[in-house]
C-alpha cells in the first residue's frame, strides 16, 4: 500500500524557516520522480517544486525559488522541504506527491491537480504569522 506521510509544518514568524518531510513507504521511492505541492485557503493548488528520481534534475515555482531546497534521500525514503524566509503568502497545506510512473517526469504544471499524481499524502499545514 503506497503512503506518503508528511511533517514538519507548523506556525512561524515571517522570516523563519521550516523543514517538512515526507515519508515514502509500499512502493520503491528511489525510482520516482517526486514533488511539492501546496494549497493556500480559498486557492488553487500551486506546484512548489520537482525533484527527480536520482536528485539530480530540481525545479521550483518562481514564488519560492532561491528561498526553498527541495532535497531527498533515498536511503530513508523520504522527500525533505526546506523553506527559508517564509512569507505570510506560504500558509497553505503542503502535500508531497509521487509521480504517476517510474522513471521520469510526466510533468505538471502550475496549478496541478491532486489527482494528477500517482499518490499524494495528507499534507501538513504551514502558517506564517506574526
Known amino acids: 500500500q503506497v503512503q506518503l506521510v508528511e511533517s514538519g509544518g507548523g506556525l512561524v514568524q515571517p522570516g523563519g524557516s521550516l523543514r517538512l518531510s515526507c515519508e515514502a513507504s509500499?512502493?520503491?521511492?528511489?525510482?520516482?520522480?517526486m514533488y511539492w505541492v501546496r494549497r493556500a485557503p480559498g486557492k488553487e493548488l500551486e506546484w512548489v517544486s520537482t525533484?527527480?528520481?536520482?536528485?539530480?534534475?530540481?525545479y521550483y515555482a518562481d514564488s519560492v525559488k532561491g528561498r526553498t531546497t527541495i532535497s531527498r534521500d533515498n536511503a530513508r525514503n523520504t522527500l525533505y522541504l526546506q523553506m527559508n524566509k517564509l512569507k505570510p503568502e506560504d500558509t497553505a497545506m503542503y502535500y508531497c506527491?509521487?509521480?504517476?510512473?517510474?522513471?521520469?517526469?510526466?510533468?505538471?504544471?502550475?496549478?496541478?491537480?491532486?489527482?494528477?499524481?500517482?499518490?499524494w499524502g495528507q499534507g501538513t499545514q504551514v502558517t506564517v504569522s506574526s
Open positions: 506527491a509521487r509521480d504517476t510512473h517510474p522513471g521520469s517526469s510526466t510533468g505538471v504544471g502550475s496549478h496541478p491537480h491532486l489527482s494528477d499524481f500517482g499518490s
Open positions: 509500499g512502493f520503491t521511492f528511489s525510482i520516482y520522480w
Open positions: 525533484i527527480s528520481s536520482g536528485g539530480d534534475s530540481i
